[in-house]
């Protein structure tokens, strides 16, 4: 009989300025300010998954954004592999959290995985000027990263027929 280790999880992160410089680093966090990451990290936690884990299940809710920071993970969809990610920085997760519905896809660790998650539920636990802030970089970051994969899927159809 196999035993399977569950992913680990760290506390809500607090200020911690190695993580906040690290996280300044990544492409999509790299615009925001020490004060704007600060916050941000209150509503964060590290996650470690191991090779097979999933981390994000198809058809289920929950309100994790997820930055990979290690290793490597696949998106399956309908039991479909539609990519892998492995770079620093790549983010999922967003699409649930824009449109408030299920999960649309799977996300499984291929490797040994560290991810920051954030918890978007809290949004609506904040006020004022910390719920703007939050909402701002969320979205920023969701606009950064749509923006990237529409011009992906724009080269991909170009590809594919030439020309519009």
């Known amino acids: 009989m196999m035993l399977h280790k569950a992913m680990k999880?760290?506390?809500?992160?607090?200020?911690?300025r190695q993580i906040?410089?690290?996280?300044?680093?990544?492409?999509?966090?790299?615009n925001f300010s020490y004060e704007d990451l600060k916050g941000f990290l209150k509503l964060?936690?590290?996650?470690?998954?191991?090779?097979?884990?999933?981390?994000?299940?198809?058809?289920q809710f929950d309100n994790w954004l997820f930055f990979l920071l290690s290793g490597k993970v696949k998106v399956v969809k309908g039991g479909v592999d539609v990519c892998t990610m492995e770079k620093v920085g790549d983010v999922f997760g967003e699409m649930a959290i824009i449109r408030g519905e299920k999960r649309s896809a799977s996300v499984i660790a291929l490797n040994n995985v560290v991810c920051l998650a954030v918890d978007a539920s809290y949004i609506?636990?904040?006020?004022?000027?910390d719920k703007m802030k939050f909402t701002n970089i969320v979205y920023r970051i969701f606009a950064s990263l749509l923006g990237y994969r529409l011009?992906?899927?724009?080269?991909?159809l170009i590809g594919r027929r030439g020309r519009f």
Do not use: C, F, Q
């Open 9 to 16: 999880e760290s506390n809500y992160i607090r200020e911690n």
């Open 151 to 156: 011009n992906l899927t724009t080269a991909e």
């Open 124 to 129: 609506d636990e904040l006020s004022g000027d």
């Open 44 to 59: 964060s936690k590290l996650k470690e998954y191991e090779a097979g884990e999933s981390i994000i299940v198809e058809g």
């Open 20 to 30: 906040i410089e690290k996280l300044r680093n990544l492409p999509v966090l790299k």
